[in-house]
C-alpha cells in the first residue's frame, strides 16, 4: 500500500491495489483501479488530457469539497463519488457497471451514463446537461435535482420521493418513471415513455410524436400538452388536471380515472371510460364509454358520443351525438335508435296525468298518485332522471328532502335533426341546487328558486355527491306548494288564452292564424278584455273599420304592457315567394293599474284592414297582465280620404265651385280611387260637356249622369 501527496502536478499514474492518492494540485490522465483510490481536495484537478482518467476493476474516485474531475472514465466495477460544496465533476461518461455518486452539494455536468452504468443523484445533489441511454440508468433520490436531462435508446431515470428533474427529454425507447418524485417541463416524443406513479406529478410537460405519458395509481399531472402521435393514458385512480389534447393528440381515461378540467381541440381525441369534470370539446372527439361521468360539458364544435351507460350532466353549447335516457333507477343514457325519451316513471303537468297546482301530490305515468317522487341514490345508482311534461306554462319550485349529501338540477332536453336526417340530442342544465344539512332534523334539505318554464318537457335529476365514496341517499321530491310565498305557480290564462299569437304571420299574413275581431264602428265600447304573460307574451287581432274615421283607443291593464296598431306589408322575392311583416302605425305603453290611458287621433280608412296586439313587457320575468281595449273616440271623416278635394270654396280656399270641382277632378284622376267616394252628395249644379266627359273618363262613368 502507497500513499501519494499531489502539490504540482502528477501524470500517466497507475494507483493500485490499496494505493492512495490525494490530489491538492493537477493529476493528469490517471489510472485508479483494483481497490485504489483517488480523493481530489480543496482546489485539485484530475483532468483527462489526451487521455481520459480511468476508474475500473473496484477503483474510486471522491471528488471533494471545491475538487474538479475533467474527462473521466468509470466502467467495470469503478466508482466517482462527488460530495462536497463545489464539487464538480465533468464529461463523465459511466457504463460496463461504472456508478457515479453525487451528493451534498456536488454537481456533475455533461455526464453520460450507457449501457450498465448507474449514476445516482442524492440528497443535496445536482446534475445538468446529462444523458442517460443504450440500458444506462440515473436515480435521483430525495433532494437530488436533475436539470435538462436527456433520456434515450432505452436509457432509463427514476426519480424518488423529493427527487425533481426538470427540461427532460425521453425519446428512443427511453423511461422517465416519477416514484413519488415530480417532474417540470419534461419533453416526451419519438417512443419515449414517462410513468407517473403513487405521489409522483408532472407540471407542464409535453408528449408527441409516439410518446406516451402514462399516469398510475395514486400520481396526477397539471397542464400536460398531447400534440399529434402523443397519448396520454389516466389509470384507475389517477388523475389528471388542466391538460390539452391537440390535433393528432390522444387522452385515454381508464375507468376509476379522474380529468379535470381538459380541453380537446380541433383534432384531438379523447376516449373516457372514468369520469371527467369541466370538459370542453373544441371541435375535437369525444367517446363517453359505459359507466363514464361527466360533471361538466361545453361542446364549442366538437363531435362527441355517448355510449350505453354513460352520464352527463351540466352540458351546454353544441349537439351532441347523445342516445336516449332511461330516466329510472339507472337513470344512464342509452339507445342512440331511439327517437322519443322512454321512461316509466314520468312526472307529468296537465291532461290526465298532472301535478295539481292546488297539492304537492305527483301522479307517475303509472298512475300510482303517492307524495312527491321517492326513490334512492348512491354507489352503483349515483344519479336518477325524471321527466316532466307541462301542457302550459308555470314558475315550478321544489321542496327536496333526503338521508345524505345530493345536488338536484332542472334540465332541457333537445332532439334536432341535421340536413341529412341525422338526429342529435343535448340537454341543458337551468338551474342547479345543493342540498344543505339540516342539524335539526338531520337530513339533508333544499328549496329551489322559482324556475320560468314554458309548456313542453324537462327533466330534474337527484345526485348522490359521496356516492364514490360509498355514500346514498333515500330522497323525496315534492312541489313547493303554490300556497307559500315563493310557491310554485301556474299561468292558468296562457292555457286558455294562448290561441292568439299569430305565429304564422311572416310566411300567411291575413290568411294566418290571427284571430279577427270584426268591424268597429261609433257604437262600439269594449273592444278587448284578455290576458297576456309568461308563456303567452303577445296577442294579436285584426279589425276593420266602418267608414274612414278618427280614433282614439283607452287602455287599462293590471300589469306592465304596450298596445301598438300596424298594418300587414308583404314583398315578393325573384321566385315568387311573398312574405310579410308588419309597419307600426301607433304604439303606447301603459302601467300597471294605472288609470284609463288614451292614445292619440289616428285616421284609418275603411275598406283597409288593421292589427293591434298587446304585449306583457315583463313577461320574460315571469309578469303578466289583464287588460281591457275601449274605443274612446270615433269621428267619422264625411267624403273621407277625398274630404279635401270635396269641399267648399270657404273650405278649400277656392273662387268658385268651378275651382272645386277642377280641384276634385284632378284629385279623382290622381288617386284613381273615385269608386269609394260618395260624389252624390258633392252639391255640384252643372256641368258642361268638357268637364263631363273629363269626369266621365276619369271616373270610369260614374258621374256621367249628374
Given at each position: 500500500m502507497a500513499t501519494y501527496t499531489v502539490y504540482n502536478t502528477e501524470s500517466s499514474k497507475t494507483i493500485g491495489a490499496n494505493d492512495v492518492m490525494f490530489v491538492y494540485g493537477w493529476a493528469f490522465s490517471c489510472t485508479i483501479q483494483n481497490g485504489g483510490s483517488m480523493s481530489i481536495l480543496s482546489s485539485g484537478r484530475a483532468v483527462g488530457s489526451g487521455t481520459w482518467n480511468t476508474i475500473n476493476n473496484g477503483g474510486v474516485m471522491i471528488v471533494g469539497s471545491k475538487g474538479i474531475a475533467n474527462s473521466t472514465e468509470i466502467n467495470n466495477g469503478g466508482?466517482?463519488?462527488?460530495?462536497?460544496?463545489?464539487?464538480?465533476?465533468?464529461m463523465t461518461n459511466v457504463k460496463n457497471l461504472g456508478s457515479m455518486v453525487v451528493s451534498d452539494y456536488g454537481s456533475a455536468s455533461a455526464a453520460r451514463v450507457g449501457a450498465g452504468g448507474k449514476m445516482f443523484v442524492s440528497s443535496r445533489g445536482s446534475a445538468?446537461?446529462?444523458?442517460?441511454?443504450?440500458?444506462?440508468?440515473?436515480?435521483?433520490?430525495s433532494n437530488g435535482c436533475v436539470s435538462k436531462c436527456y433520456v434515450t435508446n432505452a436509457g432509463s431515470m427514476t426519480v424518488s420521493s423529493g427527487g425533481r428533474v426538470s427540461s427532460a427529454i425521453v425519446s428512443g425507447n427511453g423511461r422517465l418513471d416519477l416514484a413519488s418524485g415530480s417532474a417540470f417541463h419534461a419533453s416526451i416524443g419519438s417512443g419515449g415513455f414517462l410513468y407517473i406513479s403513487s405521489g409522483g406529478w408532472t407540471l407542464d410537460t409535453t408528449v408527441s410524436n409516439d410518446g406516451r405519458v402514462i399516469i398510475l395509481k395514486s400520481g396526477s399531472d397539471l397542464g400536460t400538452e398531447v400534440y399529434s402521435g402523443g397519448k396520454l393514458y389516466v389509470s384507475s385512480e389517477a388523475e389528471a388536471n388542466v391538460d390539452t389534447v391537440f390535433s393528432g393528440g390522444t387522452m385515454v381515461v381508464s375507468k376509476g380515472g379522474s380529468a379535470i378540467a381538459t380541453t380537446v381541440s380541433s383534432g384531438g381525441s379523447m376516449v373516457l371510460y372514468g369520469d371527467a369534470d369541466d370538459l370542453t370539446v373544441k371541435k375535437g372527439s369525444v367517446i363517453i364509454k359505459n359507466?363514464?361521468?361527466v360533471t361538466s360539458l361545453t361542446n364549442k364544435g366538437g363531435d362527441i358520443s355517448l355510449e350505453k351507460g354513460a352520464v352527463v350532466m351540466d352540458y351546454k353549447g353544441d349537439p351532441i351525438k347523445m342516445p336516449d335516457c332511461d330516466i329510472g333507477d339507472n337513470n344512464y343514457l342509452y339507445d342512440k335508435k331511439a327517437k322519443d325519451p322512454v321512461n316509466s316513471n314520468v312526472i307529468y303537468y296537465g291532461g290526465t296525468k298532472k301535478i295539481a297546482a292546488n297539492t304537492t301530490a305527483?301522479?307517475?305515468?303509472?298512475?300510482i298518485s303517492v307524495n312527491g317522487y321517492s326513490n334512492y341514490i348512491g354507489f352503483g345508482d349515483e344519479t336518477d332522471f325524471v321527466k316532466i311534461s307541462l301542457d302550459h306554462a308555470a314558475k315550478v319550485s321544489f321542496n327536496l328532502k333526503?338521508?345524505?349529501?345530493?345536488?338536484?338540477?332542472?334540465?332541457s332536453f333537445t332532439i334536432s335533426s341535421d340536413k341529412n336526417e341525422k338526429t342529435t340530442y343535448s340537454m341543458k342544465s337551468l338551474q342547479a341546487t345543493t342540498a344543505k344539512y339540516d342539524?335539526?332534523?338531520?337530513?339533508?334539505?333544499a328549496t329551489t328558486k322559482g324556475l320560468l318554464l314554458d309548456k313542453g318537457d324537462y327533466y330534474i335529476s337527484m345526485q348522490s355527491t359521496n356516492a364514490k365514496k360509498g355514500g346514498n341517499s333515500y330522497y323525496n321530491v315534492t312541489l313547493n306548494p303554490p300556497s307559500n310565498l315563493d310557491g310554485t305557480y301556474f299561468f292558468d290564462n296562457a292555457k286558455s288564452n294562448n290561441n292568439d299569437d299569430w305565429d304564422d304571420m311572416k310566411t300567411k299574413g291575413a290568411s294566418g292564424k290571427v284571430v279577427n275581431l270584426g268591424q268597429i264602428s261609433?257604437?262600439?265600447?269594449l273592444l278587448l278584455n284578455d290576458w297576456v304573460g309568461f308563456g303567452d307574451a303577445v296577442d294579436y287581432r285584426e279589425f276593420t273599420v266602418k267608414s274612414d274615421a278618427k280614433v282614439r283607443f283607452s287602455l287599462q291593464s293590471t300589469g306592465a304592457a304596450k298596445f301598438a296598431i300596424y298594418k300587414l306589408v308583404s314583398k315578393t322575392d325573384r321566385k315568387g315567394v311573398t312574405t310579410y311583416s308588419l309597419k307600426q302605425i301607433l304604439s303606447k305603453s301603459f302601467k300597471p293599474k294605472e288609470d284609463f290611458v288614451e292614445t292619440k287621433l289616428l285616421q284609418l280608412d275603411a275598406g283597409e284592414n288593421y292589427y293591434f296586439s298587446v304585449q306583457s313587457t315583463d313577461a320574460k320575468k315571469g309578469g303578466e297582465a289583464n287588460y281591457y281595449i275601449y274605443l274612446y273616440d270615433y269621428e267619422p271623416i264625411p267624403y273621407g280620404k277625398y274630404a279635401d278635394a270635396?269641399?267648399?270654396?270657404e273650405e278649400t280656399g277656392g273662387s268658385s265651385a268651378d275651382d272645386a270641382l277642377s280641384d276634385a277632378m284632378n284629385a279623382f284622376a290622381a288617386a284613381d280611387f273615385l269608386q269609394d267616394a260618395p260624389l252624390a252628395a258633392a252639391g255640384f249644379l252643372s256641368l258642361d260637356s268638357v268637364q263631363e266627359k273629363m269626369f266621365a273618363d276619369s271616373s270610369g262613368g260614374i258621374l256621367a249622369g249628374l
Amino acid at each position: 500500500m502507497a500513499t501519494y501527496t499531489v502539490y504540482n502536478t502528477e501524470s500517466s499514474k497507475t494507483i493500485g491495489a490499496n494505493d492512495v492518492m490525494f490530489v491538492y494540485g493537477w493529476a493528469f490522465s490517471c489510472t485508479i483501479q483494483n481497490g485504489g483510490s483517488m480523493s481530489i481536495l480543496s482546489s485539485g484537478r484530475a483532468v483527462g488530457s489526451g487521455t481520459w482518467n480511468t476508474i475500473n476493476n473496484g477503483g474510486v474516485m471522491i471528488v471533494g469539497s471545491k475538487g474538479i474531475a475533467n474527462s473521466t472514465e468509470i466502467n467495470n466495477g469503478g466508482m466517482m463519488i462527488v460530495s462536497g460544496n463545489n464539487a464538480l465533476a465533468t464529461m463523465t461518461n459511466v457504463k460496463n457497471l461504472g456508478s457515479m455518486v453525487v451528493s451534498d452539494y456536488g454537481s456533475a455536468s455533461a455526464a453520460r451514463v450507457g449501457a450498465g452504468g448507474k449514476m445516482f443523484v442524492s440528497s443535496r445533489g445536482s446534475a445538468y446537461d446529462c444523458s442517460v441511454y443504450g440500458g444506462g440508468s440515473m436515480t435521483v433520490l430525495s433532494n437530488g435535482c436533475v436539470s435538462k436531462c436527456y433520456v434515450t435508446n432505452a436509457g432509463s431515470m427514476t426519480v424518488s420521493s423529493g427527487g425533481r428533474v426538470s427540461s427532460a427529454i425521453v425519446s428512443g425507447n427511453g423511461r422517465l418513471d416519477l416514484a413519488s418524485g415530480s417532474a417540470f417541463h419534461a419533453s416526451i416524443g419519438s417512443g419515449g415513455f414517462l410513468y407517473i406513479s403513487s405521489g409522483g406529478w408532472t407540471l407542464d410537460t409535453t408528449v408527441s410524436n409516439d410518446g406516451r405519458v402514462i399516469i398510475l395509481k395514486s400520481g396526477s399531472d397539471l397542464g400536460t400538452e398531447v400534440y399529434s402521435g402523443g397519448k396520454l393514458y389516466v389509470s384507475s385512480e389517477a388523475e389528471a388536471n388542466v391538460d390539452t389534447v391537440f390535433s393528432g393528440g390522444t387522452m385515454v381515461v381508464s375507468k376509476g380515472g379522474s380529468a379535470i378540467a381538459t380541453t380537446v381541440s380541433s383534432g384531438g381525441s379523447m376516449v373516457l371510460y372514468g369520469d371527467a369534470d369541466d370538459l370542453t370539446v373544441k371541435k375535437g372527439s369525444v367517446i363517453i364509454k359505459n359507466g363514464a361521468t361527466v360533471t361538466s360539458l361545453t361542446n364549442k364544435g366538437g363531435d362527441i358520443s355517448l355510449e350505453k351507460g354513460a352520464v352527463v350532466m351540466d352540458y351546454k353549447g353544441d349537439p351532441i351525438k347523445m342516445p336516449d335516457c332511461d330516466i329510472g333507477d339507472n337513470n344512464y343514457l342509452y339507445d342512440k335508435k331511439a327517437k322519443d325519451p322512454v321512461n316509466s316513471n314520468v312526472i307529468y303537468y296537465g291532461g290526465t296525468k298532472k301535478i295539481a297546482a292546488n297539492t304537492t301530490a305527483i301522479v307517475l305515468d303509472t298512475g300510482i298518485s303517492v307524495n312527491g317522487y321517492s326513490n334512492y341514490i348512491g354507489f352503483g345508482d349515483e344519479t336518477d332522471f325524471v321527466k316532466i311534461s307541462l301542457d302550459h306554462a308555470a314558475k315550478v319550485s321544489f321542496n327536496l328532502k333526503g338521508t345524505g349529501a345530493m345536488k338536484f338540477t332542472v334540465w332541457s332536453f333537445t332532439i334536432s335533426s341535421d340536413k341529412n336526417e341525422k338526429t342529435t340530442y343535448s340537454m341543458k342544465s337551468l338551474q342547479a341546487t345543493t342540498a344543505k344539512y339540516d342539524k335539526v332534523t338531520k337530513t339533508y334539505k333544499a328549496t329551489t328558486k322559482g324556475l320560468l318554464l314554458d309548456k313542453g318537457d324537462y327533466y330534474i335529476s337527484m345526485q348522490s355527491t359521496n356516492a364514490k365514496k360509498g355514500g346514498n341517499s333515500y330522497y323525496n321530491v315534492t312541489l313547493n306548494p303554490p300556497s307559500n310565498l315563493d310557491g310554485t305557480y301556474f299561468f292558468d290564462n296562457a292555457k286558455s288564452n294562448n290561441n292568439d299569437d299569430w305565429d304564422d304571420m311572416k310566411t300567411k299574413g291575413a290568411s294566418g292564424k290571427v284571430v279577427n275581431l270584426g268591424q268597429i264602428s261609433a257604437n262600439t265600447s269594449l273592444l278587448l278584455n284578455d290576458w297576456v304573460g309568461f308563456g303567452d307574451a303577445v296577442d294579436y287581432r285584426e279589425f276593420t273599420v266602418k267608414s274612414d274615421a278618427k280614433v282614439r283607443f283607452s287602455l287599462q291593464s293590471t300589469g306592465a304592457a304596450k298596445f301598438a296598431i300596424y298594418k300587414l306589408v308583404s314583398k315578393t322575392d325573384r321566385k315568387g315567394v311573398t312574405t310579410y311583416s308588419l309597419k307600426q302605425i301607433l304604439s303606447k305603453s301603459f302601467k300597471p293599474k294605472e288609470d284609463f290611458v288614451e292614445t292619440k287621433l289616428l285616421q284609418l280608412d275603411a275598406g283597409e284592414n288593421y292589427y293591434f296586439s298587446v304585449q306583457s313587457t315583463d313577461a320574460k320575468k315571469g309578469g303578466e297582465a289583464n287588460y281591457y281595449i275601449y274605443l274612446y273616440d270615433y269621428e267619422p271623416i264625411p267624403y273621407g280620404k277625398y274630404a279635401d278635394a270635396l269641399a267648399g270654396p270657404e273650405e278649400t280656399g277656392g273662387s268658385s265651385a268651378d275651382d272645386a270641382l277642377s280641384d276634385a277632378m284632378n284629385a279623382f284622376a290622381a288617386a284613381d280611387f273615385l269608386q269609394d267616394a260618395p260624389l252624390a252628395a258633392a252639391g255640384f249644379l252643372s256641368l258642361d260637356s268638357v268637364q263631363e266627359k273629363m269626369f266621365a273618363d276619369s271616373s270610369g262613368g260614374i258621374l256621367a249622369g249628374l
